[in-house]
């Protein structure tokens, strides 16, 4: 394993190993959003949709800690990189010509982290039941008797406040800023970029962010303007 150790503490590896990571969950971003859009289709779809998710048992917990561990991996890869290219310069040059970067480019760092903050916020909202456990031990009755989680209301009743709904707003904009670079630098870090498709490479990131931001910033917003509201009501 020296020679892994070796890969994944050099430059290189660190840039491969944040780009896969990175990939790896900015697709888990597109495939959670696509699960979200549940919500649209009303409460017995929500809350089927959660069940079945539940009801994988201990596969769930383990594609959680292999998310949670995916940032954490994602995170160091990135930190590893800043030290290295720090420690390639330890003087500043006397002579420097920056070279002009994307805003995307130059905010990575911080909207790294406050996205971070946001996924601790965010399982600790909906996953943990942390904040507003009224609306998280909401029950959904079913024909016979029986009870499930009532996913739907609690999503529904946590975004009717304003605060929780434009939160999640202006978290999807630092994420979508995030992946606008990450996306695009991806082709880059692997080395797949190419002239006759880097004009395209170079759109790949923004549109992707794009499709998430309006997808997933729609949910909040359309439960805030009434468009989705809770059962009966």
């Not at 020296?2 to 590896?13: D, E, I, K, L, Q």
């Not at 896969?20 to 597109?30: K, P, Q, R, S």
């Not at 997808?215 to 009501?233: H, K, Q, T």
Request: net charge positive.
């Amino acid at each position: 394993m020296s020679w892994f150790s070796n890969y994944a503490r050099s430059s290189v590896g660190a840039k491969h190993i944040m780009a896969v990571t990175g990939l790896a969950l900015a697709l888990f971003v597109f495939v959670h959003m696509l699960g979200n859009f549940a919500v649209y289709a009303g409460q017995d779809a929500m809350n089927g949709y959660a069940e079945t998710l539940k009801s994988t048992g201990a596969f769930l917990w383990l594609a959680r800690l292999g998310l949670l561990a995916t940032v954490v991996i994602h995170i160091a890869a990135a930190v590893r990189l800043s030290v290295l290219n720090k420690a390639a310069r330890p003087e500043k040059y006397r002579m420097f010509k920056p070279i002009r970067s994307s805003f995307h480019a130059r905010v990575m760092p911080w909207t790294g982290l406050i996205v971070f903050a946001f996924i601790v916020y965010h399982l600790m909202h909906f996953t943990l039941g942390t904040f507003y456990y009224d609306y998280y031990s909401a029950v959904q009755e079913l024909p016979g008797g029986a009870t499930r989680h009532d996913v739907y209301s609690m999503v529904v009743q946590g975004f009717q406040i304003p605060a929780v709904a434009l939160s999640y707003v202006v978290a999807m904009v630092l994420l979508c800023f995030h992946l606008a670079h990450g996306m695009t630098s991806f082709f880059q870090s692997l080395g797949l970029n190419h002239p006759k498709y880097n004009a395209i490479i170079r759109y790949a990131g923004p549109v992707y962010a794009a499709i998430i931001l309006i997808g997933n910033s729609s949910i909040p917003i359309a439960i805030l303007a009434g468009a989705v509201d809770l059962p009966g009501a």
